[in-house]
């Protein structure tokens, strides 16, 4: 019987006829549009700026000898607390933390790149790992990449961590692929609630010590649940020393509605 | 005995198990001037012999200055080195906009490596014919590593390469266990009484020397600095070809100025390679960086 159903092809990737044939092998391959001018669709691809599901604040605190960086659990569908018990601060390698707000199906797409790359670090074994402000340069380069062909990553990340000799860096990156670095870092709500309140506290002339940064923590992540409509009192804790890098929690705000009898008229 | 019959395509197999063209790649390394690299714990130095054959023309480069952390000195066809020479160029200048960091110099030789094989394995390609000693220094401490056309590569404690690089060879294993704990001058000193094993006794030793290490970007000597060294360089303890006076009494010749922009051209490269002429004469060898440049 000619059943010719599954027939395999003589040979792949020859000349095509009419193409230009790229003689060069693996390493010289001709130069793509990005996907999204070049996925077919009925009606074209659309570039959307909406974040769908969100993840709120994030807030990152460097201290002596390294960095804390603290995010509520939930994940909102706009106004619906809709996935309450995410962790949205991960730990990327023994000597990074990313904290993620913004839109977290981005989050989360940037964080397959991400751990591809750490994989493609144990891979090859050498000894050689990627350090938070390595880290932090190359999700600039990406997201002002996308920002610039009108497709962006809708995120907000805080990226922190030591270096090789235990020197803490703490750093933010944006959906427009803006970075700095400070001693305080936050996205969302905590931008506007507690970096105020943390650089208030800072001594002028050393770092926090541990225990300063935690209660900070402790105390913004209570402001923020107060007074952000899109939280819970649920946050978790990643910290990350010479010594330990790791996700702490889920901790619980001390919320206090007692006040609430005294509220009238409204 | 059955070479002729094998040998005209990397791509076949002798009946021993041989790729004689990859073999005969490996031999245009051989044709090139020496070259000698060597480290201690914060310094890896690279020494080049340039041939002083005629004062016509321009030298072609012995090392290549590749990023502040990197240099590569090189022997055999010079085309084929400044190929991949642009490649480790282009891969380090990628890496720092990518990541704001050195490229970790293990990976770096590991891709360039694997760059290398592709042309040992494809029937419309050839090997390059250039053998690298590269120098670095990062946070992994200094490095010499050989690359050869074979797309092997070495780390080494410290190595010769070229024409007539056995004697240095031999020099330098001699010596090796003291490198570790050189000071910076007595490395950069035994690097050339390394190389003047290579060099012949009837000719001044013209030297290309480039150093990288910790706090010093990688920086080829001026002129005036190779030639304090050699000068202050004790020759070898056995000094079978070369006497105490034969280096100053040499030299004299090429005690430079800041004006003068003659230099050797390097023609004992390779058969297939010719010195290139361009409308621009370099002051000094023509590979100057400065420390507050990067290459």
Same mark, same amino acid.
């Given at each position: 019987m000619m059943n010719n159903t599954f027939a395999q092809p003589m040979w792949l990737n020859g000349p095509s006829p009419g193409q230009f044939y790229n003689f060069m092998g693996g390493n010289n391959?001709?130069?793509?549009?990005?996907?999204?001018?070049?996925?077919?669709?009925?009606?074209?691809?659309?570039?959307?700026?909406?974040? +769908?599901?969100?993840? =709120? =604040?994030?807030? @990152? +605190?460097?201290?002596? @000898?390294?960095?804390?960086?603290?995010?509520?659990?939930?994940? =909102?569908?706009g106004s619906l607390a809709r996935y309450q018990n995410i962790n949205r601060v991960f730990q990327i390698n023994g000597k990074i933390l990313l904290g993620g707000g913004g839109d977290f199906a981005d989050i989360q797409s940037i964080k397959r790149s991400i751990d591809q790359k750490m994989i493609e670090d144990q891979c090859c074994n050498d000894g050689v790992v990627m350090k938070p402000a390595e880290l932090s340069s190359w999700l600039t380069r990406v997201l002002y990449n996308r920002r610039s062909r009108m497709n962006p990553l809708y995120i907000d990340v805080v990226v922190a961590g030591v270096d090789e000799v235990g020197k803490p860096f703490l750093g933010n990156v944006d959906l427009r692929g803006r970075a700095y670095d400070d001693f305080v870092v936050a996205t969302g709500f905590a931008r506007h609630l507690s970096l105020p309140l943390v650089r208030e506290r800072k001594p002028k002339d050393r770092e926090f010590t541990f225990e300063e940064a935690a209660s900070l923590i402790r105390e913004a992540m209570k402001v923020l649940y107060y007074r952000d409509t899109r939280s819970l009192p649920q946050y978790t804790v990643g910290i990350c020393t010479a010594n330990d890098c790791s996700i702490k929690g889920p901790f619980k705000v001390e919320e206090n509605w007692t006040f609430a009898e005294g509220v009238t008229g409204y | 005995m059955f070479r002729g019959q094998y040998d005209n395509d990397v791509t076949v197999w002798s009946p021993q198990g041989r790729l004689f063209q990859v073999e005969y790649a490996m031999e245009a390394v051989g044709l090139g001037t020496a070259c000698v690299g060597l480290k201690s714990q914060e310094l890896a130095v690279v020494v080049g012999l340039y041939k002083p054959e005629n004062q016509t023309g321009l030298s072609q480069p012995k090392i290549i200055p590749i990023d502040r952390h990197v240099g590569i000195c090189i022997a055999g066809i010079t085309a084929d080195a400044r190929v991949l020479g642009k490649y480790l160029r282009t891969e380090c200048l990628t890496y720092r906009h990518s990541y704001n960091a050195p490229y970790p110099i293990s990976r770096l030789v590991w891709n360039l490596g694997n760059k290398m094989q592709i042309s040992t394995q494809r029937y419309d390609r050839r090997p390059h014919g250039v053998g690298l000693l590269l120098a670095a220094y990062d946070k992994n401490g200094s490095h010499i590593y050989q690359v050869m056309p074979s797309a092997n590569v070495f780390n080494c404690k410290a190595m010769a390469i070229g024409n007539r690089s056995q004697g240095a060879h031999t020099y330098l294993m001699k010596h090796a266990d003291t490198f570790p704990y050189c000071t910076n001058d007595e490395l950069i000193c035994h690097g050339i009484q390394a190389i003047s094993y290579a060099a012949s006794i009837d000719e001044p030793l013209k030297l290309s020397i480039g150093i990288v290490g910790k706090d010093q970007p990688f920086k080829i000597l001026s002129n005036a600095e190779s030639l304090s060294y050699q000068r202050t360089c004790k020759p070898p303890d056995d000094a079978r070809n070369h006497d105490m006076s034969w280096y100053p009494? $040499?030299?004299?010749? *090429?005690? *430079?100025?800041?004006?003068?922009? $003659?230099?050797?051209?390097?023609?004992?490269n390779a058969p297939t390679s010719q010195p290139s002429h361009s409308d621009v004469t370099p002051v000094t060898s023509g590979n100057q960086i400065n420390d507050n440049k990067s290459s």
């Open positions: 391959a001709p130069t793509q549009l990005p996907r999204e001018l070049t996925t077919a669709g009925p009606y074209g691809t659309k570039h959307s700026t909406a974040a +769908i599901t969100t993840g =709120s =604040s994030v807030l @990152g +605190i460097r201290f002596d @000898g390294g960095v804390l960086v603290a995010a509520d659990t939930l994940v =909102s569908y | 009494e $040499a030299l004299k010749e *090429f005690e *430079f100025t800041e004006n003068d922009d $003659a230099g050797p051209s390097d023609q004992g």
